[in-house]
């Protein structure tokens, strides 16, 4: 018996593996945790509270976004920079194609392997703001997948790319998006990450289309915990993610209650990672905005535990 035992409530004190599947859930899930990088002192702050809430969860990786256009550039360098220096955690570090040459992109991929990052998230990116339609810039990377063959080219990163439950909305068709991803990943990358969705049914389809289409690598859904329902709604419109009407009805008549709006958003992603996990889905990568809590949550519903806790349950 350890000190601990003394302590912490039994339930506290089980290893990883018994903790799930006392919850229901399969052993063996595991997480990612997706952060922006901070504009100001204050967000620093905000983000690296998010980031120590969330690292005894030990996710196999928390990934950092690159702004449009790569407007982001350093504060996303030095994000990363310092989970590599002061964190237990694997940092992935998003790269995208837009508004640099082939050399620029490829100068980032260097200074991030020297760094010691070893896991990019490459992806084409979006117009920088005021722009309606992608334009490649004239000596860069045209799409995901030129960007992918660049990347391997630079150095043996482990590389992620993104998946569309949905379709991508500038896709011709469905059948294109799928070719798409699938170039992607016969380029060099190794895991794909999903675009946000809501109803767990058309994340299972699409699962079946990728797995039809011979894709045998993992397919990891993006879980977007949802407080702001108007911004949300917003910002699926632009990503070609459909909001379906339970999901409306649900945060109806909570504008001015923050609070209901946060145990309604942990009962929504927590049943939607519940229906996947039943349907076999192992890992799960969370929107988190920086903000930790539901996060935090939903992982709690899905059995996982602080490692510190489970360290200590296995050597008692
Ligand atoms: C997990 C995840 C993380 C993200 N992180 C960021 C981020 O950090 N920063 C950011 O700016 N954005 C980010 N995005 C958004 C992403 O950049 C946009 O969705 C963007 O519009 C598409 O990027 P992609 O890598 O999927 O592009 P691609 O895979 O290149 O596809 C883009 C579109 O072009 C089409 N296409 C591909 N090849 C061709 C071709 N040869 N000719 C014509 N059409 C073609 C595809 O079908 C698709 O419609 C993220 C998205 C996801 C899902």
Redesign the pocket.
Same mark, same amino acid.
Request: proline content about 0%; charged content about 15%.
């Given at each position: 018996m350890n000190l601990l035992a003394n302590r912490l409530p039994q339930a506290q004190l089980q290893p990883a593996a018994q903790l799930q599947a006392q919850s229901g859930m399969p052993a063996g899930i595991s997480v990612s945790f997706e952060f922006f990088p901070p504009k100001s002192e204050k967000m620093e702050e905000a983000l690296w509270r998010a980031i120590r809430r969330l690292e005894p969860l030990a996710p196999r990786f928390v990934s950092v976004?690159?702004?449009?256009g790569g407007t982001t550039r350093e504060r996303t360098h030095a994000t990363v920079r310092r989970l590599v220096e002061e964190t237990s955690l694997e940092p992935a570090a998003?790269l995208?194609c837009?508004g640099a040459s082939r050399a620029d992109v490829d100068a980032v991929a260097e200074s991030y392997w020297q760094a010691g990052v070893r896991h990019l998230?490459a992806?084409?990116? @979006?117009p920088p703001e005021g722009e309606a339609h992608y334009r490649p810039h004239p000596q860069g990377y *045209?799409? *995901?997948?030129d960007l992918v063959a660049g990347l391997k080219a630079v150095a043996d990163f482990e590389i992620s790319? *993104?998946a569309y439950p949905e379709s991508?909305p500038? *896709?011709p068709s469905a059948d294109? @998006?799928l070719d798409?991803l699938k170039a992607?990943l016969d380029a060099g990358a190794s895991c794909a990450?999903?675009?946000f969705f809501f109803d767990p049914e058309v994340f299972l389809r699409f699962r079946d289309r990728v797995r039809a289409a011979g894709i045998t690598v993992p397919l990891v859904p993006?879980i977007l915990p949802v407080t702001n329902f108007g911004q949300v709604v917003r910002f699926a419109a632009t990503?070609g993610a459909s909001v379906p009407d339970w999901l409306a009805e649900s945060f109806a008549g909570l504008e001015d209650d923050p609070e209901t709006r946060r145990l309604i958003a942990a009962m929504v992603a927590g049943d939607q990672c519940r229906r996947l996990a039943a349907e076999g889905v192992e890992e799960f990568?969370f929107y988190t905005l920086n903000r930790p809590e539901l996060t935090y949550a939903i992982c709690h519903g899905l059995g996982l535990r602080p490692t510190s806790l489970c360290l200590a349950a296995e050597q008692s």
């Open positions: 976004t690159y702004g449009a998003h995208t837009v998230v992806l084409r990116g @979006d *045209a799409y *995901a997948v790319v *993104a991508h500038e *896709a294109f @998006d798409n992607k990450i999903s675009q993006g990503c990568h």
